[in-house]
Structure formats: structure tokens, C-alpha cells
């Protein structure tokens, strides 16, 4: 029977929520610098941290596999 170290299985679910959110990023990180852009790439910005916060949290809640695998499905 195989099992799965969960903390590990979160470990590398983060790592892919951190990608999926540096993806989100990089087109704001440019209207960032534009000054005309900057205020309203700040509020998108917000609007995506608060999402990946929000999923942060539920996979660091996650109470086995099954679980974190779903939340990773929906998320990303």
C-alpha cells in the first residue's frame, strides 16, 4: 500500500499556489511601475493575495490527502 506524507503533500501543494500566484503577479508587476496604472494594479494585486491567502489557509487546514487534493482541483 502506498501512503502520502501529508506535510509533505502540502509542502508541495504551497509550492505550486506560490506559482499559480506568481502567474497572477506578473502582469500587475509591470502596470505596477507604470505610474497612470500603479494604484489600480495595487488594488488587483489585493484582490489576489486575499485569494491566495484564503486558499493558504484551507490547505494548511486540510486533514488528509483527499482533502488538499481537492482544494488544489478548485484553486488551481
Given at each position: 500500500?502506498i ?6 503533500a502540502?509542502?508541495?501543494a ?6 499559480a500566484?506568481?502567474?497572477e ?6 502596470k505596477?511601475?507604470?505610474?497612470s ?22 490547505m ?17
Amino acid at each position: 500500500m502506498i501512503t502520502i506524507n501529508l506535510n509533505k503533500a502540502k509542502t508541495i501543494a504551497h509550492d505550486m499556489r506560490r506559482a499559480a500566484r506568481a502567474a497572477e503577479f506578473a502582469p500587475l508587476d509591470i502596470k505596477a511601475t507604470i505610474p497612470s496604472e500603479a494604484a489600480a494594479a495595487e488594488v488587483a494585486r489585493a484582490v489576489i493575495r486575499a485569494k491566495y491567502a484564503g486558499i493558504q489557509t484551507d490547505m494548511d487546514a486540510a486533514v488528509d490527502v483527499v482533502e488538499l487534493k481537492s482544494i488544489v482541483e478548485a484553486a488551481l
